[in-house]
């Protein structure tokens, strides 16, 4: 399995109240994602990094933010929680780009729940 | 509204049924892949398609691309309840990092 860590597994917070979730691996992959899992909507793309301090933006990036200053660690900011952010939010790395058909490799996922 | 629908969205069916689950778009894709999630977990790539009309077989799973690389099916024989589980496929353009997932398919099998 390949060595994804989300931390928390589970939190749950107040509106206006900052979030960070983190996502660390062991297997140097370059490519780093964050995801949310909502019904109905499969995975929708949050944020992403394709190096150390080189990140993009996904389809729904509105309220997030995230940073990456090592390669093992990338780290999803929200920087006040809003009712709509609760949610399943999923880390996923890969070696290779999607254009290259790159496998993804997904965390456990972090449940938020936004009060 | 997201780049790949996948339909149905939910399918409860007993054990020994066929199905098929589809993931359509309107959009040309370089590859097209299937994950599947089991709950709690992440999910976990089933295969990969780069090929207009090709057609890949994992065991009682059967995974088709589309010959204009805009949608796939997955279809499965004989489901069983070890099946169970959400069915993602997912897209990648012939440019970019980014991999779009469709809305996603529910399956349950019945003992």
């Known amino acids: 399995d390949a060595g994804i860590t989300q931390s928390p597994r589970h939190k749950v917070t107040e509106t206006g109240t900052p979030v960070t979730l983190r996502c660390h691996q062991t297997?140097?992959?370059?490519?780093m994602y964050w995801y949310r899992q909502d019904p109905g909507h499969g995975l929708r793309l949050i944020h992403y990094?394709?190096?150390?301090?080189?990140?993009d933006k996904g389809e729904v990036s509105d309220g997030y933010s995230v940073s990456r200053s090592k390669t093992e660690d990338f780290l999803l900011t929200l920087e006040s929680a809003t009712s709509s952010q609760t949610s399943v939010y999923f880390c996923?790395?890969?070696?290779?780009?999607?254009?290259?058909?790159?496998?993804?490799?997904f965390g456990e996922g972090s449940r938020l729940t936004v009060l | 509204t997201q780049l790949l629908e996948q339909s149905p969205q939910f399918l409860s069916i007993q054990e020994g049924e066929n199905l098929t689950v589809y993931c359509n778009s309107s959009?040309?894709?370089?590859?097209l892949q299937w994950y599947r999630q089991e709950p709690g977990e992440g999910p976990v790539l089933l295969v990969t398609?780069?090929?207009?009309?090709e057609v890949k077989k994992l065991k009682r799973l059967t995974f088709q691309f589309g010959d204009a690389r805009k949608d796939s099916s997955l279809h499965i024989t004989a489901a069983q309840p070890g099946d169970t589980g959400l069915y993602l496929c997912?897209?990648?353009?012939?440019?970019?990092?980014?991999?779009?997932f469709g809305t996603g398919t529910s399956l349950t099998v019945i003992p």
């Open positions: 297997e140097n992959h370059r490519y």
């Open positions: 997912a897209g990648a353009f012939n440019t970019g990092n980014q991999f779009y």
């Open positions: 990094s394709y190096g150390v301090k080189d990140t």
């Open positions: 959009s040309v894709f370089s590859s």
């Open positions: 398609v780069v090929t207009g009309g």
């Open positions: 996923a790395i890969s070696e290779l780009a999607g254009a290259n058909t790159g496998e993804l490799f």
